[in-house]
């Protein structure tokens, strides 16, 4: 669960203080869902079982609105894998239902 924020000004939020386990949810498949990272570090997520080019990711900027997220596909693994950095959310869309895996850190064990 996670929840939208206004603040009329520029304002600090704290985030948790450990990384620990990972986080993983099921992505509907035809439908934008928001997903962010929900730990205090840099995260790697990875979707599994969806053919490359399947799974679109974008970030907002106010400088530059919604761009495009690199993601990287993993034939061996047959998954994608995209960074957020500590605290940052994305829009993703998959044609398929799949599963969505968040790792704390920048490597998959």
């Known amino acids: ?42 995260a790697t997520v990875s979707v599994s079982a969806i053919a490359n080019g399947r799974l679109t990711v974008y970030a907002y900027s106010p400088e530059t609105g919604y761009v495009p997220v690199s993601t990287t596909y993993d034939a061996a693994r047959i998954h994608l894998t995209f960074s957020l950095s500590a605290g940052q959310a994305v829009w993703c869309f998959s044609a398929v239902s799949t599963m969505l895996s968040i790792y704390p850190g920048t490597a998959l064990d």
């Open 1 to 42: 669960m996670g929840y939208w924020v206004y603040f009329p000004q520029p304002a600090s939020v704290g985030l948790a203080t450990e990384a620990a386990g990972t986080f993983r949810t099921p992505i509907d498949g035809g439908h934008y869902q928001m997903i962010g990272n929900p730990f205090p570090v840099d």
